[in-house]
């Protein structure tokens, strides 16, 4: 990429954490990566450790996991719009 100022050459990273503009990592931002990366993980591990104690059979596991996901979204949805108002 051409250089208009010339500037000392930054690395990916420090470009993207000390950006200037809308595009800046916000505590916002590291949550919803954070909610992004340990919800279908921790959704999976309760939905069989609810199988493993017997509160519902094989049938009910995929609509557990299911409920749960869809229940998150609705969730974090809702606190979206609430906070961005």
């Given at each position: ?8 050459e930054?690395?990916?990273r ?47 596991i ?19 719009h609430?906070?961005?108002?």
């Amino acid at each position: 990429m051409s250089k208009d100022v010339p500037t000392r050459e930054r690395s990916i990273r420090e470009r993207g954490t000390f950006a200037k503009h809308g595009d800046d990592p916000t505590l916002a931002s590291y949550l919803s990566s954070l909610f992004f990366l340990l919800s279908v993980p921790s959704f999976l591990l309760l939905t069989y450790a609810g199988y493993w104690y017997d509160l519902y059979g094989h049938g009910m596991i995929v609509p557990v996991f299911a409920g749960l996901l869809v229940g998150s979204i609705a969730i974090v949805f809702g606190l979206m719009h609430v906070l961005t108002r």
